[in-house]
């Protein structure tokens, strides 16, 4: 009699959360006329990269990159950028 054992948990879709340079994204400042955007798209998505295992000063970290490299964007694609670098780093 062969025991069974119960199966592996899958892989998790996320990689795990990690600040820029660590997947090769060289972390950038936005201008001072950025800033402002930066943190409220950091505040926006903060809830749904907590939710990732993302802690708030690598939250500010990405956001700062995104708008220093895009100019803008909404939450969603913020959120989609991230979740691309992470992968790919």
């Given at each position: 009699?062969?025991?069974?054992?119960?199966?592996?948990?899958?892989?998790?879709?996320?990689?795990?959360?990690?600040?820029?340079?660590?997947?090769?994204?060289?972390?950038?400042?936005?201008?001072?006329?950025?800033?402002?955007?930066?943190?409220?798209?950091?505040?926006?998505?903060?809830d749904r990269l907590r939710d990732r295992g993302f802690?708030?000063?690598?939250?500010?970290?990405?956001?700062?990159?995104?708008?220093?490299?895009?100019?803008?964007?909404?939450?969603?694609?913020?959120?989609?950028?991230?979740?691309?670098?992470?992968?790919?780093?």
């Amino acid at each position: 009699m062969t025991e069974q054992r119960p199966p592996a948990d899958p892989p998790s879709a996320d990689p795990p959360p990690a600040d820029p340079e660590q997947v090769g994204v060289e972390p950038e400042t936005p201008d001072m006329m950025q800033i402002e955007a930066a943190r409220l798209l950091a505040n926006d998505a903060r809830d749904r990269l907590r939710d990732r295992g993302f802690e708030d000063r690598q939250i500010e970290r990405w956001a700062n990159t995104y708008i220093a490299e895009h100019g803008s964007g909404d939450v969603d694609t913020f959120l989609s950028w991230v979740a691309r670098q992470t992968r790919t780093g």
